[in-house]
């Protein structure tokens, strides 16, 4: 074979490239022979002889012996030693050229040829995408659509292009959606619809692309996929109720292709998606919870959803999860119930529906992503909620938990919310019970070192909680606000030049607070504070400089 191979390469080098002689027939079909016997040395012995700089020249020639040379660099190009002395001799151009024909072998063997030659290498993919080959590909797979292996070949090039950001524009400018969704419809078999499904995935994270796969109807087979699996076990059953529940999450991600499905809270799709919520299926309350915390991303989406009792269905499927209860699950429906409850109008609906208990419960969970939304949850629930804050602001476990959470080093989210939890409890409630359960519980030097956050946000939500603490319990607080260095703390803050104007005053106000107490007093004394504030007279923010004067009068005056 060796011999007759040597022949067949040198014979092919001298062949005319215009015509396609039998003897060149002949040498083809003696290298296919040779590369499906010993694909490695065969492919080695054609570099060595320098073939693959005449094959640019058999591929523009387009006559019966095409699809065999397209076939041949598809078997060569298997060999990764080989794709880049195929890539330098010239063969992408004629081969990504032949895409035009309308051969079915020479496109079939033409797409395995480049598929293979590309294949792991983004930067030769890029190079596809710019020739324009999605467009191509795309029109292929509408015209031979009856074509299984041509189909499968457009798919398997299509998710490998989908990887790549730099193709979502161009997939988005083509019918790819119609195109996928009509091929979807007809499928029975679960490998072809799980082949279509990962072209799918990589291609709705766009948001364009996301809308026109709505309007192509992709929900309402991603809605038969769930009823014809969700009381199966079979594993691929069980697999592809995932990928299509993920993918129906996945399309309500983008804003215009989520308000259509809503219509106006009457769509058949949202009504569907929402009696997942109370099913038995962990895939199915995962993504029905999900889908609703899409759904809440606008203030009137949120407003119609809580009028029309979905918080009642998330309690329910949180208590079915408390003990030994599903990790996911339960962060889907707390992130749901903080979307919901962001409107001022839904807080106290929410509220008197019971949401603070029902997520109590979870304070035993030891789980950092439940503990976030949890405290996100608790957080937007009680804003502008004095009655509510205060409850929860005198309830001893809590706030001993959230001291507990804000030492939690390893997870900064949890930390950041616990300690905005903490502030907020005292804000919103400008009670002097939950001001004295937050100080014996241990939280003001939590409080304090939120004081001095990078985040201007807390830093200014810490102020006044701490502000609210000295007017209101002072006596309380004094040996904690010693022993935190408050002081020194608003010293530095009215020092940094970087400090936001709204820090600046929030921290004279608390120092013109904190005056009653003897200690901290004689530490304001001893740093020279009345120096700070009278430099701070002359500031650009007029507020700033106001409340300067004020707290330079108040120091001379205790002075």
């Known amino acids: 074979m060796a011999d007759n191979l040597s022949e067949a390469l040198k014979t092919l080098k001298l062949s005319s490239v215009d015509s396609a002689t039998d003897s060149t027939e002949g040498c083809l079909d003696c290298l296919l022979k040779a590369l499906a016997h010993n694909n490695v040395e065969t492919s080695e012995k054609i570099q060595e002889m320098g073939v693959l700089t005449i094959m640019p020249g058999l591929l523009s020639a387009q006559n019966s012996s095409t699809p065999k040379v397209a076939n041949i660099i598809a078997e060569v190009a298997k060999n990764e030693f080989m794709r880049s002395p195929c890539v330098?001799?010239?063969?992408?151009?004629?081969?990504?050229?032949?895409?035009?024909s309308k051969d079915q072998e020479i496109l079939l063997q033409t797409g395995r040829a480049l598929g293979n030659i590309c294949y792991d290498s983004h930067s030769l993919q890029a190079q596809l995408i710019t020739m324009g080959v999605i467009p191509t590909l795309v029109k292929l797979l509408g015209v031979h659509s009856q074509n299984t292996a041509l189909t499968e070949m457009c798919l398997i090039a299509f998710g490998n292009l989908a990887e790549l950001e730099s193709s979502k524009?161009?997939?988005?400018?083509?019918?790819?959606?119609?195109?996928?969704?009509?091929?979807?419809?007809?499928?029975?078999?679960?490998?072809?619809?799980?082949?279509?499904?990962?072209?799918?995935?990589?291609?709705?994270?766009?948001?364009?692309?996301?809308l026109q796969l709505v309007e192509a109807g992709l929900v309402e087979c991603l809605l038969e996929v769930v009823a014809q699996t969700v009381n199966s076990d079979r594993e691929e059953d069980v697999a592809q109720l995932k990928?299509?529940?993920?993918?129906?999450?996945?399309?309500?991600?983008?804003?215009?292709?989520?308000?259509?499905?809503?219509?106006?809270?009457?769509?058949?799709?949202?009504q569907r998606v929402l009696s997942w919520v109370p099913s038995n299926n962990h895939q199915l309350q995962l993504a029905g919870a999900l889908a609703i915390a899409n759904f809440a991303r606008n203030d009137g989406n949120c407003i119609h959803m809580v009028d029309t009792g979905i918080v009642q269905?998330?309690?329910?499927?949180?208590?079915?999860?408390?003990?030994?209860?599903?990790?996911?699950?339960?962060?889907?429906?707390?992130?749901?119930?903080?979307?919901?409850?962001?409107?001022?109008?839904?807080?106290?609906?929410?509220?008197?529906?019971?949401?603070?208990?029902?997520?109590?419960?979870?304070?035993?969970?030891?789980?950092?992503?439940?503990?976030?939304?949890?405290?996100?949850?608790?957080?937007?629930?009680?804003?502008?909620?004095?009655?509510?804050?205060?409850?929860?602001?005198?309830?001893?476990?809590?706030?001993?938990?959230l001291v507990e959470w804000c030492e939690a080093k390893d997870h900064a989210g949890v930390m950041g919310e616990s300690n905005r939890l903490l502030s907020a409890l005292i804000r919103h409630s400008k009670s002097k019970d939950v001001v004295r359960t937050v100080i014996q519980g241990g939280g003001v030097k939590h409080l304090v070192t939120m004081a001095t956050s990078e985040h201007m946000i807390m830093q200014n939500e810490a102020l006044v909680a701490l502000g609210l603490i000295a007017a209101l319990d002072l006596d309380c607080a004094e040996k904690d606000f010693v022993g935190s260095s408050l002081v020194q703390v608003l010293h530095k803050l009215l020092t940094d030049d970087r400090s936001a104007p709204e820090i600046k005053y929030n921290s004279m106000i608390l120092i013109c607070s904190v005056m009653g107490s003897e200690p901290l007093h004689k530490e304001v004394q001893s740093l020279a504070f009345i120096d700070v504030v009278s430099s701070l007279r002359s500031h650009e923010n007029k507020t700033v400089a106001h409340q300067a004067s004020l707290t330079e009068q108040r120091l001379t005056a205790q002075s």
């Open 88 to 100: 330098e001799a010239g063969l992408i151009p004629p081969l990504v050229q032949l895409l035009n």
């Open 313 to 401: 269905k998330l309690l329910e499927l949180l208590d079915r999860h408390v003990d030994e209860g599903n990790v996911t699950v339960q962060h889907a429906a707390l992130s749901a119930l903080r979307n919901l409850a962001i409107p001022v109008v839904n807080k106290s609906k929410m509220l008197l529906a019971g949401v603070s208990d029902v997520v109590l419960k979870f304070l035993k969970s030891e789980m950092p992503p439940v503990q976030f939304k949890l405290l996100g949850t608790l957080r937007m629930l009680i804003d502008t909620q004095a009655d509510a804050a205060e409850q929860l602001g005198t309830n001893t476990k809590l706030v001993e938990r």
């Open 169 to 210: 524009e161009q997939f988005a400018s083509t019918n790819i959606a119609e195109e996928l969704v009509r091929l979807f419809r007809k499928q029975v078999e679960h490998e072809k619809k799980e082949m279509i499904f990962e072209v799918l995935a990589p291609l709705a994270e766009n948001d364009a692309i996301k």
């Open 243 to 270: 990928t299509a529940s993920d993918l129906m999450v996945l399309l309500l991600l983008g804003d215009e292709s989520m308000q259509k499905l809503f219509e106006g809270g009457k769509g058949s799709v949202f």
